[in-house]
């Protein structure tokens, strides 16, 4: 399974760092990555890892101000997120996928889901 934390409450321009711990097996998926939901708005790709190409996919939102970045020592996926925006407040979902041909930025092909860390940022 999947469990995020260190979501919070911050302030515009703080930085904040998400971490994803899973079990191995689903540590060991070829595709990691982070999304985002805020209330009343739909699920949204924030950044993504493939193990086997060492590639990384950000949003357009997220290039820039954050990092997705593993772990294999303690199987942990982490989102630094720096320069927080108040349209950057959502719950952040951690995302596990098996298929070689995952299509990063979608969420249909992604077979895990954590159950999310909730960040809010002040103006």
């Known amino acids: 399974r999947l469990v995020e934390s260190g979501g919070g409450l911050v302030q515009a321009g703080d930085s904040l760092t998400l971490s994803c711990a899973a079990s191995?097996?689903?540590?060991?998926?070829?595709?990691m990555a982070w999304f985002r939901q805020a209330p009343g708005k739909e699920r949204e790709f924030v950044a993504a890892i493939r193990w086997s190409e060492d590639s990384t996919w950000y949003s357009d939102s997220a290039a820039g101000r954050f990092t997705i970045a593993r772990d294999n020592a303690k199987n942990t996926l982490y989102l630094q997120m720096h320069n927080l925006k108040p349209e950057d407040t959502a719950v952040y979902s951690c995302a596990a996928g098996r298929a070689s041909d995952l299509i990063a930025m979608a969420p249909t092909g992604y077979d895990y889901w954590g159950q999310g860390t909730q960040v809010t940022v002040s103006s």
């Open positions: 191995e097996l689903i540590f060991n998926s070829v595709t």
